[in-house]
């Protein structure tokens, strides 16, 4: 397996993780419940980062988390 196939990887695990999220969000939105869409919001951010940047692991651990 490649660095770019991991990435890829990545990237479908922070989707994955992106869509459950905003399901449940909406969800709640329905249920009349104010939340904070902030880690919603920085992970769809982080989907859309170019490939190199400096600490690219380190948020996307704590993204996941």
């Known amino acids: ?5 991991i990435q890829l990887m990545d990237v479908d695990v922070l989707k ?3 869509i ?5 969000l ?3 939105a329905k249920k009349g419940y104010q939340d904070d869409y902030s880690l919603l919001l ?4 982080f989907i859309s980062l170019p ?3 400096d600490n690219k692991e380190l948020i996307k ?5």
Not at 61 to 65: D, M
């Open 42 to 45: 920085n992970i769809i951010c």
């Open 16 to 18: 994955r993780k992106a």
């Open 51 to 53: 490939i190199d940047i």
């Open 1 to 5: 397996m490649n660095m770019d196939s």
């Open 61 to 65: 651990e704590n993204l996941l988390n």
């Open 20 to 24: 459950e999220l905003y399901r449940d």
């Open 26 to 28: 909406l969800n709640r």
